[in-house]
């Protein structure tokens, strides 16, 4: 059995780190399996790239910075992702898909494949599968709606638009995803209970089936390190209880909840932290480090991590780990966390009770609450048993997120799409 993965990129942002993951798992398991891509930033030899030559790789790097500017001048300023695809291709005809026994759609916006491109695989005559990493299959561009419901209707009259009425681009992108799906029959398989619930609430998608696998991660790579030896290796002190958290996107930003992050911390240190001393946040990503001030503990910032080894480090040597996202599908970094046996603090939303079990393996905070986050990070500070802790994330990610177990989950799905269209 031949399978092709498609995503817009290789390893950039959740999707494509869930994607290579899930490529490696499938092969490992001895499929047919390999992931495409439409622009690679780097050379990656896990991947292939439908833009290849000079002229190809530039028209569609182009199409990403136009998609980009578009969507951006037609929108507000609300930190909300929002598409508009005006520019795409046609894969339809690629000798690839040609060969494919199954054909695995993962994210595909920025200027990848607009909705009549979509339509155009069903003349292919191949399973489909596509798995929703956000919501913006179901959606008139939006890819987290932040509890606007109008998805459950046509869209329109969009709260992220500048300009807003019944016919705007929210209802005109939200028709054109209507058409293709006619033409398109496909199987979705959503990474967490939320998003399925998400589909099933939505006018566009609400009558087809819908699976729940999650994503999965190299459990070889994201295991328990000893936290000393973790620190040291990192130069961080032996002794503090560390905190930590992804890369930090500005305080305006609505879905992944900066401004929480920003409050719980000094309600922490303000409430329950006798020696502020003891204390210190690590953060990665590409915040600056000006910002490190505003948290009221000392803020250690370790930049963009691209390797995974040492990215497992940074979690062994923490002792929390915080994930204040208001909306979110299946983080790849509470996943991250709990492989490395570091308990996370989070809100209540998403897919993160998937793997996050309040006071378990980790602390579930009220929604937006502020200063639960704070209290779930007290939780953990205070905790008689860290060592147990530890072990019960360890293990959460060893019984329902290995490798071989989401592997199969998705041979499975394979065989029985393929035998039906045998």
């Not at 480090?289 to 923490?318: Q, R, W």
């Not at 915080?322 to 492989?339: F, Q």
Request: aromatic fraction near 10%.
């Amino acid at each position: 059995m031949k399978v092709i993965h498609i995503n817009t990129y290789a390893g950039n942002g959740g999707a494509g780190r869930a994607c290579l993951r899930l490529n490696k798992a499938l092969t490992d398991q001895g499929i047919d399996s390999h992931m495409w891509v439409n622009f690679s930033f780097k050379e990656n030899k896990q991947v292939s790239n439908f833009s290849t030559r000079f002229f190809r790789k530039w028209i569609t790097a182009a199409g990403i910075i136009l998609e980009g500017l578009v969507s951006k001048y037609f929108t507000q300023a609300l930190r909300i992702p929002f598409s508009i695809p005006i520019w795409g291709r046609d894969i339809s005809n690629h000798p690839i898909l040609k060969q494919a026994d199954i054909i695995h759609i993962h994210w595909i916006n920025h200027a990848f494949l607009r909705p009549r491109d979509l339509s155009k695989l069903a003349k292919l005559n191949k399973p489909i599968v596509w798995t929703f990493h956000d919501c913006n299959a179901c959606t008139g561009g939006c890819h987290y709606t932040m509890s606007c419901t109008h998805y459950q209707h046509e869209c329109g009259n969009c709260p992220v638009l500048k300009t807003s009425h019944a016919q705007d681009w929210s209802h005109r992108i939200w028709q054109a995803k209507y058409r293709a799906y006619q033409e398109l029959p496909f199987q979705i398989v959503t990474p967490s209970k939320w998003m399925a619930d998400f589909v099933k609430s939505s006018k566009l998608l609400s009558s087809r089936d819908v699976q729940v696998i999650p994503n999965t991660l190299d459990t070889s790579i994201f295991k328990p390190s000893a936290k000393q030896d973790a620190r040291k290796s990192l130069g961080i002190a032996p002794d503090k209880f560390i905190l930590m958290s992804g890369s930090m996107p500005s305080r305006q930003d609505l879905y992944k909840g900066a401004s929480y992050l920003l409050e719980s911390i000094p309600l922490f240190v303000k409430h329950y932290v006798v020696d502020l001393a003891q204390i210190e946040l690590l953060i990665f990503g590409n915040r600056a480090e000006e910002s490190g001030s505003v948290f009221g503990v000392k803020t250690t910032f370790l930049g963009t991590i691209s390797d995974d080894t040492k990215l497992a480090l940074c979690y062994s040597a923490a002792d929390v780990f915080l994930v204040p996202s208001v909306e979110d599908n299946l983080p790849n970094t509470v996943m991250e966390s709990l492989a490395c046996g570091t308990p996370v603090v989070a809100f209540t939303t998403g897919g993160i009770p998937d793997m996050v079990t309040h006071q378990y393996n980790g602390y579930l905070a009220q929604y937006k609450s502020s200063i639960d986050l704070a209290e779930g990070i007290n939780w953990i500070y205070k905790h008689p048993e860290k060592e147990l802790l530890h072990q019960q994330a360890r293990k959460t990610v060893e019984d329902h997120f290995s490798e071989k177990m989401i592997a199969q989950k998705h041979i499975e799905l394979y065989q029985r799409l393929f035998q039906e269209y045998a």
